[in-house]
């Protein structure tokens, strides 16, 4: 095992054992929810959204270790954001896991969720590191959809 897979490990461990934002909202603006049924994962987002911006975001789920620790990397990643950064930030967390971007050329926001590049040898984990962040873009698509209606 080299150096990077260590690292790796260690920082899925630590947001698997200590999520950060793991919970529900009395009041969401909107939900979002998001299953992987190849590995079996669940997903449910509860996000604040205030003036175009994420003010908070929590998760509650079950599934795989790369799953939940894929999704409280992302609400570290988006949180007091706005909707368009958090766009930005998913689709570089996207095009790390799916085209190859390098993890060097990731935004600060990406700081632990790059360490999730290792999961690229891993195809059908790939799913699973996706789930929470896929999860967000529905949920923010939906908040879209009513305001343009
Ligand atoms: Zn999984």
């Known amino acids: 095992m080299d150096i990077s897979d260590e690292l790796y490990r260690e920082v899925v ?12 909202m009395e009041r969401p603006d909107v939900l979002g ?9 669940e997903l449910e987002l509860h996000l604040a959204v ?5 003010e908070d975001i929590k998760f509650d ?6 799953s939940q620790a894929s999704a409280s990397m992302m609400t570290e990643a988006v949180i007091g954001k706005d909707l368009s950064e ?3 930030i998913v689709s570089n967390f996207k095009g790390m896991m799916m085209e190859g971007k ?3 050329e990731m935004p600060e926001a990406l700081e632990d969720a790059k360490s999730l590049e290792g999961v690229r040898k891993y195809p059908v984990r790939i799913k699973c590191a996706l ?4 999860t967000l873009l529905e949920a923010m698509k939906k908040l879209e959809a009513r305001k343009a209606a």
Do not use: M, Q
Not at 13 to 24: I, T
Not at 33 to 41: A, S, T, V
Not at 131 to 134: A, G, P, R, T, Y
């Open 102 to 104: 390098p993890a060097d």
């Open 86 to 88: 958090a766009k930005e």
């Open 61 to 66: 789920g079950k599934g795989c270790s790369i």
């Open 131 to 134: 789930l929470s962040w896929n």
């Open 33 to 41: 929810w998001g299953k992987n049924p190849l590995c079996g994962d």
């Open 13 to 24: 461990l630590d947001h698997y054992k200590s999520p950060r934002h793991h919970g529900r």
């Open 50 to 54: 205030k003036d175009g911006r994420i």
